[in-house]
């Protein structure tokens, strides 16, 4: 079974806190994706990998940035959380190719006081 | 438009069918998904559609999709208290490479 593991179910953090998310795959998954899911605004992706050391910013990367030094980690950083990026943040993984199945990893819900 | 739409509520009998709507926008997808998140969990795909395809069934699941009209439907036959959950249709574009577009998700509640 593909395994997308995410370091923390729940997090809260301060405004201007630097904000580290983590992600693992154990399939060897060259794609690796972030979104996050809001109420009413359904799933939007912020960055996107297609290999290590390469990133693309996804719909919405203001306020993010990513880093990708290993095949099977992809990791998602607030450089100074904002109230606004309180959501809940996704993973996924897929295989090169089009029409490959992108799986998810359970989420880590992110509240920023 | 740029989005894939679908309705943002169902509520259906436990023991009817359930069918969800979506309507999407690239002709030329070649993939179309439906992917199920229950309460407090990430997404896992249900089941997926070539666009060569009119229909696709398993198990309690149909997926029918109208190419002509850019419209996916996935039906639950039997729904059942475990079907609760939000279903997202997705599409993979052509000029977009290897990136799922979602719909904002339907959320099935089911009526005892």
């Known amino acids: 079974d593909v395994k997308v593991t995410q370091s923390s179910r729940y997090l809260v953090k301060r405004t201007g806190e630097k904000v580290f998310l983590e992600c693992v795959q154990d399939?060897?998954?060259?794609?690796m994706f972030w979104y996050r899911q809001d109420p009413g605004l359904g799933l939007r992706l912020i960055y996107f990998s297609y290999d290590v050391k390469m990133k693309e910013k996804g719909d919405i990367p203001e306020g993010y940035s990513v880093s990708r030094e290993k095949k099977e980690r992809f990791s998602l950083i607030l450089e100074s959380a904002s109230t606004n990026q309180t959501s809940m943040y996704l993973c996924a993984s897929s295989p090169r190719g089009r029409g490959k199945t992108q799986y998810f990893g359970p989420g880590t819900r992110l509240l920023v006081l | 438009g740029e989005d894939v739409e679908q309705s943002l509520f169902l509520s259906v009998r436990e023991g009817d069918s359930s069918v969800i709507n979506c309507t999407y926008t690239d002709s030329s997808s070649t993939y179309l998904y439906w992917y199920k998140q229950e309460p407090g969990a990430g997404l896992q795909l249900l089941t997926y559609?070539?666009?060569?395809?009119d229909m696709k069934q398993d198990q309690r699941l149909t997926v029918l999709l109208n190419k002509k009209d850019k419209h996916l439907s996935l039906r639950i036959a039997d729904t059942q208290t475990g079907d609760s959950a939000i279903y997202f249709c997705a599409e993979i574009r052509r000029n977009r490479d290897d990136k799922i577009i979602f719909g904002k998700g339907t959320r099935l509640h089911i009526l005892p």
């Open positions: 559609i070539f666009s060569n395809m």
């Open positions: 399939m060897d998954h060259e794609n």
